[in-house]
Nanobody
C-alpha cells in the first residue's frame, strides 16, 4: 500500500523559507512522477512543482519559479519542496502526490496522480 506522508509545514514570515518533506513507502517509485500541489481555502487544488523520480525532469508553476525547488533523495525515498521568499499568496495546505505514469505533457493534471498524502499546512504572516 502506497503511503505519502508530508511534513515540514508551519508558520513563517513573508520572505522566509520552509522545506516540506514527503516520505514515500509501499512501492518502488523509480518509474514514478512526484508532485507537490497546494489548496487554499475556497480555491481549487493547484500544481506547484513536479519531479520524475529519476531526477531527469522537473516542472514548476509560474508563480513559484525561482523561489521553490523540488528534489528527491533516493536513499530516503523522500521528495522535498524547498520554499524561499515566501509570499502572502503562498499559504495553503500542501499535498504530495505520486503518479504511476512517469511522463506527461501536463504536469498539473491532477487526475494523473494516483496517490496523495494528507497534506501539511503552510501559513505566511505579513
Amino acid at each position: 500500500q502506497v503511503q505519502l506522508v508530508e511534513s515540514g509545514g508551519g508558520l513563517v514570515q513573508a520572505g522566509g523559507s520552509l522545506r516540506l518533506s514527503c516520505a514515500a513507502s509501499g512501492r518502488t517509485f523509480s518509474s514514478y512522477r512526484m508532485g507537490w500541489f497546494r489548496q487554499a481555502p475556497g480555491k481549487e487544488r493547484e500544481f506547484v512543482a513536479g519531479i520524475r523520480w529519476t531526477g531527469d525532469s522537473t516542472d514548476y508553476a509560474d508563480s513559484v519559479k525561482g523561489r521553490f525547488t523540488i528534489s528527491r533523495d533516493n536513499a530516503k525515498i523522500t521528495v522535498y519542496l524547498q520554499m524561499k521568499s515566501l509570499k502572502t499568496e503562498d499559504p495553503a495546505v500542501y499535498y504530495c502526490a505520486a503518479a504511476r505514469r512517469g511522463t506527461t505533457l501536463f504536469w498539473g493534471n491532477i487526475y494523473e496522480y494516483d496517490y496523495w498524502g494528507q497534506g501539511t499546512p503552510v501559513t505566511v504572516s505579513s
